[in-house]
Nanobody
C-alpha cells in the first residue's frame, strides 16, 4: 500500500520559516519524482514544486521560487519542503504527491493527507 504522510505544519508568523516532511512507504521512493501541491480553503489545488527521483533537478512555481526549497533523502524515504519568508497567502493545506509511472510524471497517482500551514500574525 502506497502511503504518504505529511508532518510539520502549524501556525507561523509572516516572515517566519517552517519545514514540512513527507514520509513515504509502500513503493520504491528513490525511483519516483515527487511533488508538493497546496490548496487554500475553498480554492482549487495549486502545484508548488517538484523534484526528480535522484534529487538533481527541481521545479518551482513563480509564487514560491526563491523562498521555498524542495529536497529529498532517499535513504530515509522522506521528502521535504523548507518554507522561508512565509506570507499570509501561503496559508493552505500542503500535500505530498507521487509521480507515476516510474521514470515519468504522467500523473500524480498518490497523495498524502495534507498538512495545514497557517501564516498569520
Amino acid at each position: 500500500e502506497v502511503q504518504l504522510v505529511e508532518s510539520g505544519g502549524g501556525l507561523v508568523q509572516p516572515g517566519g520559516s517552517l519545514r514540512l516532511s513527507c514520509a513515504a512507504s509502500g513503493f520504491t521512493f528513490s525511483s519516483y519524482s515527487m511533488n508538493w501541491v497546496r490548496q487554500a480553503p475553498g480554492k482549487g489545488p495549486e502545484w508548488v514544486s517538484a523534484i526528480n527521483s535522484g534529487g538533481s533537478t527541481t521545479y518551482w512555481s513563480g509564487s514560491v521560487k526563491g523562498r521555498f526549497t524542495i529536497s529529498r533523502d532517499n535513504d530515509k524515504n522522506t521528502l521535504y519542503l523548507q518554507m522561508n519568508s512565509l506570507k499570509p497567502e501561503d496559508t493552505a493545506v500542503y500535500y505530498c504527491a507521487k509521480c507515476g509511472p516510474e521514470s515519468y510524471c504522467d500523473a500524480l497517482d498518490a497523495w498524502g493527507q495534507g498538512a495545514l500551514v497557517t501564516v498569520s500574525s
